[in-house]
């Protein structure tokens, strides 16, 4: 099993048959006029690459890691079918509500499956000064 997309979006969907919605999609900097902030709402689309010799239960971690260590963590089983035979891309939408930034800088998004690290992305926080007197 492989990650084929890691998109962070403002919105994402997916049906049954592997068709996905993304809105605001692709962006991978943040800004923010104070830190700490709270991000209300985004999506996190991790599309994955499935073959027969994924056949059983697979673990999915994904973690959002700052300087401080992790403020996101989801866990998942993809389980994949014995009669399973052609390569197969499944999205998997997660929400991520109300999520806080400690401080400005990088972040990276990991994706691992079975233990193993697969994907990786980075997320930036920037804080953006407001002018004076305003």
């Known amino acids: 099993m492989e990650v084929s997309d890691l998109i962070l979006a403002d919105y994402a969907a997916a049906n049954e048959g ?3 919605t993304l809105v605001g ?4 900097k943040i800004s923010t006029k104070k830190i700490p902030c709270v991000h209300p709402m985004m999506f996190l689309l991790v599309r994955l690459k ?3 010799a994924d056949k059983g239960k697979n673990k999915v971690d994904i973690k959002i890691i700052g300087n401080k260590g992790t403020i ?3 866990e998942c089983d993809v ?6 035979k052609d390569e197969e891309h499944l999205p998997l939408p997660i929400r991520i509500n109300n999520l806080k930034f400690e401080h400005a800088g990088d ?3 990991d994706v691992m499956i079975n233990g193993q690290s697969k994907s990786s992305q ?3 926080i920037v804080q953006i000064n407001q002018p004076v007197g305003k």
């Open 18 to 20: 592997g068709k996905f």
């Open 25 to 28: 999609a692709g962006f991978t």
């Open 50 to 52: 499935v073959t027969i």
């Open 72 to 74: 996101f963590r989801a």
């Open 79 to 84: 389980d994949v079918s014995d009669n399973h």
């Open 107 to 109: 972040y990276t998004i």
């Open 122 to 124: 980075a997320l930036t």
